[in-house]
């Protein structure tokens, strides 16, 4: 079964417009969550992770996500989008009962001048 | 400036050769995750280690693939013989625990012709 699911492979927005990336986990019990980013040839970088402490997570270069157990998701968004924004993005679980870290199918950010 | 250091970067290599990676964990840190990335699939979950023992191998091919850690300070995965579907993209994370992020390497890019 899927542990995490990215909605859209792929999302172009404009510079300076919202960025919305979506991120759903099927777990009863809150795992723990990541988001990580990554630039062309490059390994995986952490930009939030959520470890059951404030569900509004802010991470780095304006980045923040929120954690919702209702809804399962564990969005990330920006306000603003930068041309430096453009890169993949994935969203990681742990779930409660496992070690492993297992990551979502990954969504590619446009961001068009 | 501690990283996690993946040799070699790229390697090249004929169908049935023995391929081996090699990844440096940042030190301290007591798990060690591999991780194949391909387009098709995504990012993949190999293998991972917490204190040098194997805990879950079960993404790994196991007629042909191995990974292991010598010691605390080097892991390593090995292909033999390697085949054209090895392609990929390897990359070697570690962390401090399960509720940790992990720290990517830079990976190792493996071409089989």
């Known amino acids: 079964a899927q542990s995490v699911t990215q909605l859209g492979s792929h999302v172009s927005v404009s510079e300076g417009a919202l960025v919305l990336l979506r991120c759903n986990y099927s777990?009863?019990?809150?795992?723990?969550l990541f988001w990580y980013v990554q630039y062309p040839n490059q390994g995986l970088q952490l930009l939030l992770k959520?470890?059951?402490?404030?569900?509004l997570v802010k991470g780095i270069n304006g980045f923040e996500a929120e954690f919702k157990k209702s809804e399962t998701s564990f969005h990330l968004t920006k306000p603003s989008a930068h041309m430096s924004d453009a890169a993949e993005y994935f969203c990681?679980?742990?779930?409660?009962?496992?070690?492993?870290?297992?990551f979502g199918a990954g969504t590619r950010l446009t961001v068009k001048p | 400036d501690a990283r996690v250091t993946q040799t070699p970067r790229d390697k090249v290599t004929e169908m049935g050769q023995e391929v081996t990676m090699r990844c440096q964990p940042i030190?301290?840190?007591?798990?060690v995750f591999w991780y194949r990335q391909t387009m098709m699939q995504g990012l993949e979950l190999l293998a991972y280690?917490?204190?040098?023992?194997?805990?879950?191998d079960s993404g790994m091919p196991k007629d042909r693939f191995s990974a292991e850690m010598p010691d605390a300070t080097l892991a390593t995965l090995k292909i033999q013989p390697s085949e054209p579907r090895d392609s990929a993209v390897y990359f070697c994370?570690?962390?401090?625990?399960?509720?940790?992020?992990?720290?990517f390497g830079q990976g190792t890019r493996l071409t089989v012709v």
């Open positions: 030190l301290g840190h007591n798990t």
């Open positions: 994370a570690s962390g401090w625990d399960r509720a940790t992020e992990a720290f």
């Open positions: 280690f917490r204190n040098r023992a194997p805990l879950d």
């Open positions: 959520y470890t059951s402490a404030a569900t």
């Open positions: 777990s009863s019990v809150p795992p723990y």
């Open positions: 990681a679980v742990i779930l409660y009962n496992n070690n492993d870290m297992r």
